[in-house]
């Protein structure tokens, strides 16, 4: 299951992580952000193990998304050694090509 990542446990959870991990930047209220959250989800079990997956709900964590620039959700950031190694804007992925992204940063 995806972890919920906030401005608490960022920087040990996503920044410090041995693994790479996907965070995916979404809201309650955005549509592409409900398309894509089973297909985050399924993701998340998938990999577990060799990379982490997490969500930031963007209401209750402005400070975050303000720190990473977003301003359209969803948009999903790939991080490396803590820092972003790829980025995907929008809800255009499969979950074989999020899985994939994932892996290969492993």
């Known amino acids: 299951m ?30 592409p952000c ?3 959250g089973p297909m985050v989800e399924a993701v998340a ?21 303000r720190e990473y620039k977003i301003q359209s959700i969803p948009t999903l950031l790939f991080f490396k050694n803590g820092e972003i190694a790829d980025t995907i804007v929008g809800a255009n992925i499969t979950q074989d090509g999020l899985r994939e992204k994932l892996e290969a940063l492993a």
């Open 2 to 31: 995806a972890q919920e990542f906030t401005k608490d446990n960022f920087e040990s959870d996503v920044l410090k992580s041995e693994q790479p991990v996907l965070v995916d930047f979404w809201a309650e209220w955005c549509g």
């Open 45 to 65: 079990t998938e990999v577990d193990g060799v990379a982490k997956v997490g969500k930031v709900n963007v209401d209750s964590e402005q400070e975050l998304a």
């Open 34 to 36: 409900k398309m894509i």
